[in-house]
């Protein structure tokens, strides 16, 4: 388009793809941050009451598939929590179960445990919508099989929920450093920093739109079974219970330690899982994206959805970008800008395959990575390449 009609356009292309580029990774955490400091909403983490925090009871919910050196660790690890007395159960549901696992659980003879196996695998939705029926505790704390709880994590959880408004606590992840950090490593870091930084003004602010999958606690109460087919239980449940009134708060203390992917291989697999069900919850739960109905619309939307427009809106910026490079310096210096990012992108990946670390290039590399997991999980998701089983990616 050489005419001043198709420069215009080009040009209001370019700069639309622009700004909303940066209102995503840049423009919502500051406003959502401004927000909250207006709205000064969070509750304040406060001292154990004990007719209240000390009163609980908790049912701890544990889907797992083939864990038999993971699993007896993390019951292991729960029951060491200054919150241990408040844990009157522990149901371990085995999705797929093997007798390897179910042996190594039985040797604990721990009496709160629960182990209920299911010899055909369903994904680990119906596992839990099966668990909650036998609950009993106040309190349901969702918990993975592979991460490290403080010692005063569910305590902190816990406290969170003296405030009657609250239905939903997420704690946070938090990775240790390898011995051998990776590129990818660095960037995972960075990433969940960033994450981590979101979620707590969104929480301050008026809540959060989904939990940490490995570490968060419900209200029984609020509990709402899910479709058998979604794969993010750790989003639709504490929606569930947005919708139904409740708050879902981030407690940023409560941590939960894991180990970081070390290729951008398995971070990409992990997160194109991810990312394919923040599109299937669209189609699963069509309300979340009615203002009406979703208290956390506006959080939703930003913080979810439009990350999905992300990658078109990197080759608008780009191919729009080359089209104006020669019309003024402007645009010049925005591509020059762009390809030095790309590059250093490049650069980590490079680095990544000869085993080198380049920790400058991280955030890059992860960016990309993000943008281009996000294509794929769309394309999972325009055939319908839904698989609720998981398996372990390293």
Known sequence: MSTPLGSTLL????????????????????LIALLARWKKR????????ANESDSRSITVLLAA?????????KICNLLESSSARHITQILVGLDGADEETQRSLASLNIPVLRVIP?????GKPSVLNDLARHATGEILLFVDARQTFEP??????LRRFDDPAVAVVSGELKFTTPEEATTASEGVGFYWKYEKFIRKQESAFRGVPGATGACYALRRSAFEPIPGETILDDVLIPMQAVMQGGRCVFEAD???????????????????????????????KPALILPWKNPLWFEFVSHKLLRLA?????????????????????????LGLQLAAWLLAL????????????????????FATLNWTTLLAEWDALWNRYQVTWKRVG
Request: proline residues 7%; positive net charge; aromatic residues 10%.
């Open 118 to 122: 299911f010899p055909d695998r369903r």
């Open 347 to 366: 650069a980590g990946a490079v680095a990544q395959t000869w085993g080198r670390q380049l920790r400058y290039c991280a955030p890059f590399l992860m």
């Open 152 to 157: 005063d994590t569910i305590a902190k959880l």
């Open 42 to 49: 969070g509750t304040q983490p406060h001292s154990l009451s």
């Open 65 to 73: 598939h083939h864990e038999p050196a993971t699993l007896p660790r």
């Open 254 to 284: 409560a941590t939960a330690w894991d180990v970081p992917a070390k290729t951008t291989c398995h971070e990409s697999t992990r997160k194109r899982r991810t990312i394919a069900g923040n599109v299937q919850l669209i189609l699963l």
């Open 310 to 334: 992300s990658p078109w809106l990197l080759v608008v910026a780009v191919l729009t970008n080359l089209a104006l490079a020669t019309t003024q310096p402007i645009y010049a210096w925005i």
């Open 11 to 30: 040009a209001c292309l370019f700069w639309s793809s622009m700004a909303l580029l940066a209102y995503i990774y840049a423009g919502y955490p500051l």
